[in-house]
């Protein structure tokens, strides 16, 4: 549901896609948005990245919206502008939130608790929407290493559509990430940025008839044979 609050602050949500292929994707090769690890003993992790005046990237709770806090923000973290990203429509755009999770197989799991997309005023610096999940999301096979276990998501339908109507008022905004997570074991999480074609989200599932539509194409059949009967007699 849409909800708006002000003159120009959406907030709407993102929507779990699954488990995406993603082996081999290092920091190196996708567009990294932000890397953040819990600290000390602790298994909660939270970070932000976002955009500062003319997109200078800005991370920690000058990047957060509400209900994010930052801090566990590590060394790579980057706003990517819709040019830089070749974005020019956000049904296209997934959000990968890649686990790295060391340890034994029972360690290797972790909660996605809250996950945000953020949009930045090119210019000013001011957050323009906020697009995040509503539920926590429990990824058990977070595999030790950067580029194993990515999951996805993405806008829906209709929160996709308020994003493209801030991409057309800024051409040139910039995007953010947001995310808290829990279950932790220490290892380096990342979110990063994908543009793909035809879609963000999962394929169609097959389509599987109704018992009635069966029994329409097998009466169907039957008459087929009973008139090619006829005409070859």
Do not use: H
């Amino acid at each position: 549901m849409l909800v708006v609050a002000g003159s120009n602050l959406l907030f709407g949500s993102l929507v779990a896609i699954g488990p995406v292929p993603s082996s081999g994707s290092g920091l190196g090769n996708v567009n990294t948005a932000l890397t953040f690890a819990s600290s000390g003993n602790s298994s909660m992790e939270t970070g932000c990245v976002g955009a500062g005046v003319n997109g200078v990237t800005i991370t920690g709770s000058g990047a957060c919206p509400d209900g994010f806090v930052g801090g566990n923000e590590q060394a790579i973290n980057n706003t990517f502008s819709a040019a830089q990203l070749g974005l020019l429509n956000f049904s296209n755009l997934q959000v990968i939130f890649n686990a790295s999770e060391p340890g034994n197989t029972a360690q290797q799991g972790i909660t996605v608790d809250l996950l945000a997309l953020t949009l930045w005023n090119p210019t000013t610096g001011g957050l323009l929407g906020t697009f995040s999940t509503t539920a926590p999301f429990v990824i058990t096979d977070a595999f030790s290493g950067v580029g194993n276990a990515g999951y996805g998501f993405r806008l829906d339908e209709e929160q996709a559509l308020s994003a493209n109507q801030l991409l057309a008022a800024f051409p040139n905004l910039f995007l953010g990430v947001s995310a808290n997570a829990s279950s932790a074991t220490g290892g380096q999480e990342t979110v990063s940025l994908r543009v793909v074609t035809g879609g963000g989200g999962t394929p169609p599932a097959e389509v599987i008839p109704e018992p009635g539509t069966y029994a329409l194409v097998g009466i169907g059949l039957i008459s087929a044979a009973y008139w090619n009967r006829r005409k070859r007699s």
